[in-house]
């Protein structure tokens, strides 16, 4: 008798027809002798109606307001998946993440998970039931609700699968699994048998939003394997994990892109200690996330400060960097907000040269002008003009031989 | 520095611009240098609306799973009375049922306060918060939410109102307090300026559905006076306490009424010890509330028993009264879905003959004939022809002299 841990996005819960349709897949699982656990996330557009709603009675409501009110949409959905299993003639319950044990930090809308107290959980199992849990919530020492951030549910799952030692843990979505690119760009692309914790963490941070990087992070740490697969098809999908052979490493794995990048770039600063620090510790607590950041090389105690912000930050980013560009006695700050970026992923390029090289030729063949480099040891990703994104993902595609299933 | 607990009902916050209004009215309190706890329903059909949605999913939902689903409602609304008086710049934080120290039985959907531990709610209030807390429900010991069935926002107000020992209970309705009768059918009706625990208690439970009979049940036991009075328009409203004077005691103070009353009629039973238990014991253990029971005097050791529901409960206490009466040798089971009823109400009737008497003159002068009788200590209630109940309303309101302010 197996432990599944499965989680269903608000896609698959939109509406009453499709909680049923969940319910029957569940069955299907507990029909063949697993106990099963569900993590599900919102219904529909649950979540935009209501921060509508916030907006409506309040400009900038409180944190801890907000999740209170948007975690009650994972508390609909859950309970009205644990109905439906009843409704089958299966028992079934609902579980708010309070109730999951699910223990978080008090840092509202981002919070994050201190430890899973899932004996709740377990005594639900034992009583033969099957147990629905609201993802994306925790709670705070203090009892107070708590909300992890978009995707956050793909956090629950990984986490209670680890917190129950669960045998497997299914992520189901609406496409088949992890693409060697995006195929809506790339018609060639095909999903993965699988992919390692650490070139998945690139994929899902450079372009891929199928599963959240924290959720990624959290199952490399625990040793969870995730299985991403469709809710619609009955495919075999790709297995996230830590034992990808050798034969798949020695190789580019897959192409991200990402078309929602804006730069702000701080021209002729004196350079000294500190600037960055100056810079960026604002920005951070304004809550701008910032992305790739490139200093040039300083000439004559001048330099270049370069940073990425996702479009929507950007006013919010500039009104921050502005003044402080000004104390620093920059010439100017300059905002681009029509940028996309374009990355190699392959855990086999951490020790080959010339992975690089090849990016750059490719890209140049496409007369495609490079704004911005950043690497880590598995990934090379380029800032790029947003409108030659797509062409750039399938020349290295082709380039790289993703296309062909060798 | 008094300390104020309120209560606004579904109406008052059924969108954002009502929400608004109620954070004003609030905040006018507070500016007066009080501290508010204020008790909030769901927005206007919310609760209807999720109960729509778990039918879909579910023919006969489990009560547990129901309470986690139409609970969140006072989540949604008591997060967004915060953000509004936030946004307004008074600091505010929202509080579950649970968050609020509201512990109940595991009696889902119907579950009964056991104890208030409102240390949380006095943490918040000394910090300088307004309080908000969700109504309607509350925690199990084993950390289950219940809700406490339709209208137990008025409970979560009155129970909080003695935990804390507020100085003022305000329920905020949209009528200006407590009438002489329903003003909708009696123009002459009158609101009055106090009225008894005892008397409210009656009127509550035989027509007016402004205040929940169990919230009176509680002020009365705890000894908190509580403020009907509406939230539309600045009026005094009516005092509901223990210390109504001689003066105003010594009459009838209300006429209430009911439209949704049906009657079963069990005729023919050999009367022998045993048989109400024999029907009433599984009428209740199907859930269906029975009002008036009446047995007439028996006859060569033959009865009848005669009983009343609501409307909607008829076919299931139909469903469940006829194989009974049937088992105990009934002749036969006869339903009348047309009924209503009609009931004057006032202490002053308590050691006083002839009201009954006069009420049933006034109700013959008007040709109205009377199926059942049922009376209370300080009560007489008349079951009639649901299409005279309002002809006989009026015509006790004018008998009993409630037009005049005497």
Chains 1, 2 share one sequence.
Not at 138 to 160: C, I, K, N
Not at 184 to 211: F, H, W
Not at 288 to 300: C, E, F, G, K, L
Request: aromatic share 4%.
């Amino acid at each position: 008798m197996a432990l599944i841990v499965q989680k269903y996005g608000g896609s698959s819960v939109a509406d009453a027809e499709k909680i049923k349709n969940v319910a029957r897949r569940v069955i299907s699982r507990w029909e063949h002798g697993d106990r099963v656990v569900v993590v599900v996330s919102a219904m529909g557009d649950t979540t935009d109606d209501l921060l509508k709603l916030a907006r409506q009675v309040c400009d900038s409501p409180s944190q801890r307001e907000l999740d209170a009110l948007v975690s009650t949409g994972e508390l609909v959905s859950s309970s009205l998946v644990a109905m439906a299993l009843d409704g089958m003639g299966h028992p079934a319950v609902s579980l708010s993440g309070a109730q999951a044990g699910i223990k978080t930090d008090a840092n509202h809308s981002r919070a994050k998970i201190v430890d899973v107290e899932s004996s709740r959980v377990t005594r639900e199992l034992e009583q033969g039931k099957i147990v629905i849990v609201a993802g994306f919530q925790g709670v705070t020492s203090e009892m107070d609700v708590t909300t992890m951030g978009r995707g956050a549910s793909d956090t629950t799952l990984v986490a209670l699968a680890a917190s129950l030692r669960a045998d497997v843990c299914e992520r189901f979505t609406d496409v088949e699994g992890i693409y060697t690119a995006d195929p809506r760009i790339v018609p060639d692309a095909r999903p993965l048998k699988d992919i390692s914790y650490e070139e998945m963490l690139e994929v899902a941070t450079y372009g891929n939003k199928v599963m959240h990087p924290r959720a990624i992070e959290l199952g490399a740490v625990y040793n969870v394997p995730i299985l991403v697969r469709s809710s619609f098809v009955d495919k075999p999908g790709t297995l996230i994990h830590g034992e990808v052979t050798m034969e798949v490493r020695n190789k580019v794995r897959s192409v991200a892109h990402d078309l929602d990048v804006a730069k702000i770039t701080v021209v002729g600063v004196p350079d000294h200690p500190g600037i960055a620090a100056a810079l960026f510790e604002p920005l951070a607590r304004a809550n701008v996330s910032v992305d790739t950041i490139v200093q040039n090389a300083s000439i004559h105690n001048i330099t270049d400060l370069t940073f990425t912000v996702a479009k929507s930050e950007l006013e919010k980013a500039m009104k921050v960097a502005e003044p402080i560009a000004k104390s620093l006695g920059a010439s100017s700050c300059i905002a681009d907000s029509k940028l996309g970026k374009v990355s190699i992923i392959g855990t086999g390029m951490q020790n080959t040269p010339g992975y690089a090289a090849r990016m750059f030729k490719v890209l140049s063949e496409q007369g495609i002008n490079i704004h911005l480099i950043s690497t880590s040891e598995i990934r090379i990703t380029c800032i790029i003009d947003e409108s030659r994104v797509k062409d750039a993902a399938r020349a290295l595609h082709k380039a790289f031989e993703l296309d062909t299933d060798k």
